[in-house]
């Protein structure tokens, strides 16, 4: 005891001097300063907040409580790590038990003060977070505040003649400032004498900008008419093609405007005040390019066959109208709002540019959200509606047959998505409506709000959904040319997993829609931002945090090990099992084993990157057995039997089996149940319990040798043994019967009208036993005919006593003319 006390004392002074140091200086100092901070920021608030900037001020406190979250978790584990020395030292001595050493009682004394310090650190950290939490909210419900009451302030009617003369006197002297940038420009450049040069480039400029954006675009789409002439309009063709058309008529616009951009700015046209608005001008002549291009792309007014909607031609021209009429009414309201900034303005002239605008983009909404104009492509189209069914009409016995009628498969579940689509028009047309009434009452804020924002969003909109569609049918080409024939007629497995890669297509698309939605409807950059990093950071779920990030990557690693075991699956199908000599029952089990294991694999390398303890899935394993006992037997059962299936195998793919549900050829042994395709080419669903608990005829368990018995009966004239040499000699002659086990003869009975004889043959093939019997019953039929030998039928006397003398006179009265 002398000896081990000093080591262990010199052990915990060693861990103490790693684990046990007090909380570092500076992260003492970044706690406080962290307090200070956040008291400052809740003192503004308390003060004046209508001063203060509620973004940055949203955007500091944000980055307080990240830091404080990431300084908690050194300081809890300096927590544990005494927690743990404290617990080495064992309990104190209590009261009449003798005292620790000296030396034991100090680090004792050491240990807990620093653990105190630590639980103080934490407590301040845990402060600091809940004061973060505490001015976040707060300031969300000022920025709340603040946009409402900005959207909804009072303005002057749109109808005001006030307004309007103030307007009128803002917009002339932003013109007059203008006109005097302008001829600045002029003078300067023809003092410097490059007034003709500046002309010319910037002329040249425009005539290559107009014969890019009229003529070449022109030819391109010609070229691309022409290309498409001869080929069948799918639907993956369709949304590829809108792409292409997309980009040819954007592609050569754009570059035509940057050249005259880039002369204006050269020969000095743009000053450095100027930006702004060129920049304006710039980029709003790009929205107006990518507006027609595609409207023209998606709607195709003069290729009706190329349309990615399916939508009567009148309304084509009709949508694609409104559409470009919008866009042109918002970019030249972005561009005066620059032109204002840059040249001069008045707050009136604000407010009719808002209203002006909020007024047009509303009729134009209107018009939009017309059910005339959307409905004949929601109920015409091939692919839209799919290839009709024939139900054939039923009749009374007797009365004449009734037509077939034909319904639209899945009717009733396009029902539903047609009538979300209604409900979505008309609460288009009550904003359109609100967007057009609002200034008129004073109330323009509103009015522009709503109208600009809609258009925004429902262009963002057709941007994701374009570019979710274009991805989801490059990946179905992609699978149609590199898969083969052989892989797209098996199971299910390839479009199980094109399902899994549209899903996340999906997600993506959502993820990409979110942001700029949310910027559109008014969230600040650095609050979309911010909500992005806590998704990504994510949350705590006791030792486990679960974020977006975490998820994204164990999605990925499950659907990437889902991938390369379908891709060992299809190596072993294509490559190693046509070079083998195994059947097709055993290639099957070894495939689904294969699925098995890989799935499991995948399963559990995505619950481990989400940080989740394997072995804890006892608790779920536990909790599953109790569901097991109450309601999920048969499916565990089925599951069980599927794997002694598929181990065992009694049954395996390609066997003729005969159960109580049906008789026919085993196709797929899943899981759950074993398919089998009877020979009228239906399917019957077998669970697998019935096949391991119940009887079974397998007619080619070990090999597919049969037997056949053809049943014959002759007259009893016939002489028995030369039926029995014929019978011989017949299945002898056939090349269908198997010389070993020989065929032979039975005579079964002397049955009533007839000598009843049997022929029992093997055949190598049981399957083509229907054949084989057909073939035998001819040729014996012809030797029996040859040799005389009668097949009978039934036959009856029938003796009729005590009828009435005058019977068949009744019954067959005599004609007039008829004999007597």
Do not use: C
């Amino acid at each position: 005891m002398r000896l081990i006390l000093p080591v262990l004392v010199a052990i915990l002074l060693l861990s103490g001097l790693a684990f046990g140091q007090t909380i570092d200086p500076e992260v003492r100092a970044g706690i406080e300063a962290r307090r200070v901070q956040l008291e400052a920021i809740e003192s503004l608030l308390r003060e004046d907040p209508r001063e203060a900037d509620l973004v940055a001020l949203s955007e500091e406190v944000r980055r307080l409580r990240q830091e404080a979250a990431l300084a908690e978790a050194p300081v809890a584990r300096q927590i544990d790590a005494l927690r743990a020395e404290l617990e080495a030292l064992g309990p104190p001595p209590a009261e009449g038990e003798p005292a620790e050493s000296e030396d034991i009682q100090r680090e004792r004394r050491r240990l807990n003060q620093q653990l105190a310090e630590a639980e103080a650190a934490r407590a301040q950290i845990a402060l600091n977070i809940a004061a973060a939490e505490r001015l976040a909210g707060r300031i969300a419900e000022l920025r709340r505040e603040a946009f409402t009451e900005d959207l909804f302030a009072r303005t002057p009617f749109l109808i005001s003649p006030e307004l309007w003369t103030d307007a009128l006197r803002g917009f002339q002297e932003g013109y007059g400032n203008a006109v005097a940038a302008y001829r600045g420009w002029y003078d300067s450049t023809s003092e410097r004498g490059r007034l003709d040069v500046a002309f010319g480039s910037i002329i040249g400029a425009l005539v290559l900008a107009i014969a890019l954006l009229v003529p070449v675009r022109r030819a391109l789409n010609r070229l691309i008419a022409k290309r498409i002439a001869g080929l069948e309009p799918y639907p993956s063709r369709r949304v590829i093609l809108a792409a292409v058309r997309t980009a040819a008529s954007v592609l050569p616009g754009v570059l035509g405007g940057f050249f005259l951009y880039e002369a204006l700015r050269l020969n000095g046209a743009i000053p450095e005040e100027g930006e702004v608005l060129a920049r304006a001008i710039w980029f709003g002549f790009i929205v107006l390019l990518l507006a027609d291009g595609v409207a023209s792309a998606v709607f195709a007014p003069r290729l009706p066959a190329w349309r990615v909607l399916r939508l009567e031609t009148r309304s084509v021209f009709v949508i694609r109208g409104l559409l470009l009429g919008s866009a042109v009414v918002i970019v030249v309201d972005r561009v005066l709002i620059r032109g204002a900034e840059v040249f001069g303005g008045s707050p009136a002239l604000t407010t009719v540019q808002e209203g002006l605008v909020s007024m047009t983009l509303g009729i134009l909404l209107f018009l939009l959200a017309r059910d005339r104009l959307w409905s004949r492509g929601e109920d015409t189209g091939a692919e839209a509606a799919g290839p009709a069914r024939v139900i054939e009409g039923e009749a009374p016995p007797g009365a004449p047959e009734a037509p077939a009628r034909v319904v639209a498969p899945a009717e009733t579940s396009r029902e539903e998505p047609r009538k979300a689509r209604t409900r979505i028009r008309v609460f288009v047309r009550i904003l359109a409506v609100i967007a057009v009434l609002a200034p008129l009452v004073g109330y323009t804020n509103l009015g522009y709000f709503i109208a600009t924002r809609t258009f925004a969003l429902f262009a963002l909109f057709g941007l994701v959904w374009s570019l979710r569609a274009l991805m989801r049918e490059m990946v179905r080409l992609a699978d149609r040319k590199f898969s083969s024939k052989a892989l797209e007629e098996a199971e299910g497995d390839e479009r199980l997993l094109l399902s899994w890669i549209g899903i996340i297509i999906d997600l993506l698309a959502l993820a990409v829609f979110v942001p700029p939605a949310l910027l559109i409807l008014g969230a600040a950059w650095a609050d979309v931002r911010g909500w992005i990093v806590d998704a990504f950071i994510g949350f705590e779920i006791g030792n486990v945090r679960i974020s977006l990030a975490k998820i994204l990557t164990a999605v990925a690693i499950f659907a990437l090990l889902l991938w390369l075991t379908r891709q060992a699956q299809k190596a072993a199908e294509t490559q190693i099992f046509p070079r083998s000599r195994m059947d097709k029952g055993v290639q099957n089990s070894l495939r689904t084993l294969m699925g098995y294991i890989g799935l499991v694999i995948a399963f559990a390398a995505g619950v481990g990157t989400l940080g989740f303890d394997l072995s804890n899935l006892a608790i779920i394993a536990g909790a599953l057995s109790v569901g097991i006992g109450f309601g999920l037997q048969s499916i565990v059962n089925n599951f069980v039997s599927g794997l002694i299936l598929l181990f065992e195998r009694p049954i395996k793919v390609g066997d003729w089996i005969i159960t109580s549900s049906g008789e026919g050829i085993v196709k797929r042994i899943s899981v759950r149940s074993t398919e089998i395709e009877t020979f009228d080419r239906s399917s019957v669903i077998v669970p697998n319990s019935e096949l391991i608990s119940s009887s079974v005829t397998n007619w080619t368990h070990k090999d597919r040798i049969g037997r056949i018995i053809i049943n014959v009966g002759t007259a009893y004239s016939s002489d028995a043994k030369r039926v029995i040499e014929i019978l011989e000699q017949v299945a002898r002659e056939s090349t269908d019967i198997l010389n070993y086990p020989a065929p032979f003869v039975v005579f079964e009975d002397f049955g009533a009208s007839s000598l009843d004889f049997s022929l029992r043959a093997y055949i190598r093939d049981v399957s083509e036993s229907l054949r084989v019997r057909t073939r035998l019953r001819v040729a014996i039929h012809e030797r029996f005919r040859e040799e005389g030998i009668e097949i009978p039928f039934p036959q009856r006397d029938i003796n009729m006593r005590d009828l009435p003398e005058d019977f068949f006179d009744r019954a067959f009265p005599p004609k007039p003319g008829d004999p007597a």
